[in-house]
């Protein structure tokens, strides 16, 4: 959804393990099952678990950067990683169904493009674009409020802050002065960068909304009363994240023969 800020190499080097660990695993069949290693490897959600709190204790910035790769990922093609960054982040859980296979082969820059909605987008946009994965208007506003955590270029996002009225003068001027290099990275939620709550939606109330895309979802339009509805219910934005989460995952998972467990991440076996 953004350019979130991430180490390249710590990410690179958590997923290989990652993958090395479930390939030892090995796999039964070829359906996704919350039990899929219950047998070859009965353990494996509380050592990935660990691992994953253990890489975002360390470093922060790592949850929203595995987050946006399972949304990259599922819409381009899945991954069950978020479950535990989100929980690790205090946010809502779900069931997680297990099993499934990473690509063959990369995806290229074009399907990245037509498939990954673009924080240029107007509501409209959004909605379509969600829409064609199967997504509704309200999956798509609650999916969005993932951006509670992470970080964004200042390129990405300037062209609303410098050009924008629906902002906030207060938010416009301290972020301008944040992007005196544009290189640098602000977070998308200015309330509670970290921490995995409903205040994205409250900072759109306020007209705090880093991209333009976010702002886009309470703008006059047809999705204003849903970010109304999530800011002042938290446990509603809650539940509704992680069925839209089950939802996501679910989305043409490649299983049994069709695909493979990489022991590097950057190619395929």
Aim: glycine share 8%; hydrophobic share 35%.
């Amino acid at each position: 959804m953004a350019s979130f800020k991430s180490s390249s190499s710590s990410l690179t080097a958590f997923k290989f393990h990652l993958g090395l660990f479930l390939l030892l695993a090995g796999c039964a069949s070829a359906q996704l099952s919350t039990n899929f290693y219950g047998t070859s490897c009965p353990n494996v959600l509380s050592v990935i678990k660990s691992a994953v709190g253990s890489a975002v204790s360390n470093e922060a910035r790592m949850g929203a950067s595995l987050l946006r790769l399972h949304f990259h990922d599922c819409f381009v093609n899945a991954s069950y990683l978020p479950f535990f960054i989100i929980t690790s982040l205090g946010g809502p859980s779900w069931q997680v169904r297990l099993g499934r296979r990473d690509s063959a082969t990369a995806g290229s820059v074009s399907d990245v493009n037509n498939n990954v909605p673009s924080p240029a987008l107007n509501v409209s946009g959004l909605i379509s674009s969600f829409s064609n994965k199967g997504f509704t208007a309200k999956e798509m506003v609650a999916l969005s409020g993932s951006h509670t955590i992470g970080q964004a270029r200042c390129t990405t996002f300037l062209p609303r802050i410098n050009n924008e009225n629906n902002i906030d003068s207060s938010f416009k001027a301290s972020t301008q002065a944040q992007c005196q290099d544009t290189t640098s990275f602000v977070p998308l939620d200015v309330t509670s960068p970290t921490s995995f709550d409903n205040a994205y939606y409250r900072n759109l109330l306020n007209q705090k909304g880093l991209l333009h895309s976010d702002q886009q979802l309470f703008s006059g339009g047809s999705t204003d009363a849903q970010v109304r509805a999530y800011s002042s219910n938290q446990a509603s934005f809650r539940t509704d994240f992680a069925n839209a989460m089950i939802k996501m995952g679910n989305l043409s998972p490649l299983t049994g023969t069709n695909g493979q467990i990489r022991t590097n991440c950057r190619k395929a076996n």
